[in-house]
């Protein structure tokens, strides 16, 4: 799995925005920022790149699943990032979506292609779920958190070995930040 999608703000120009993690990437898909998954090509479309695997086949019902699944993760998410309880109901809806079989993993190089294959929708969904779970499992070691720009506040999961990560980018609030501490820097060096 690779992490990570471009935004497009109604304002200033597209960035890319590495969550840290699938499912959190998957919560930016709507719940979190501008609804991008309008239809059931959407969503299908979205897996199909974040999942890398041939797209499922995605009905209206596959859809409204997925929304339900990308609710509570926003919530989960941004409950773990604030230091607030998890919601009981969206702890459920994560371990029933967490149930069902995921995309299995598969070792490259035996007669059949691995990997090839179609998946289910529910196969994608569960995948995203589970990854969740073991990552909100243990929301104590602080992982989760929010950008550290006061306007920005997006929540990431920080993937660095260090543990260090303050930025939803460094392209933007972090080049941002540095540009103002420059500025401040020089000022006083002048008064
Ligand atoms: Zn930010």
Not at 50 to 60: N, S, T
Not at 145 to 168: I, K, P, Y
Request: charged content about 30%.
């Amino acid at each position: 799995m690779s992490t990570g999608q471009w935004m497009t703000p109604s304002e200033g120009a597209a960035w890319f925005f590495d969550a840290g993690a699938e499912s959190l990437d998957f919560a930016y898909t709507g719940a979190l920022a501008d609804e991008r998954l309008h239809s059931p090509e959407d969503l299908a479309g979205w897996l199909a790149e974040h999942l890398a695997h041939p797209a499922p086949e995605v009905g209206e019902r596959d859809l409204a699943d997925a929304l339900i699944l990308r609710e509570a993760l926003a919530r989960l998410h941004l409950a773990a990032a604030d230091h607030t309880p998890f919601a009981p109901d969206d702890i459920d809806t994560l371990n029933l979506f967490a149930a069902t079989p995921d995309i299995p993993p598969a070792l490259a190089g035996g007669r059949r292609q691995a990997g090839a294959g179609r998946i289910r929708v529910a196969q994608a969904l569960s995948t995203l779920a589970r990854e969740a779970v073991a990552s909100l499992a243990v929301r104590d070691e602080g992982r989760i958190r929010r950008c550290a720009a006061d306007d920005c506040r997006l929540v990431f999961r920080d993937e660095s070995r260090t543990n260090s990560r303050r930025w939803c980018s460094m392209q933007r609030c972090g080049n941002r930040a540095k540009v103002r501490a420059h500025r401040e820097r020089e000022r006083a060096a002048r008064s």
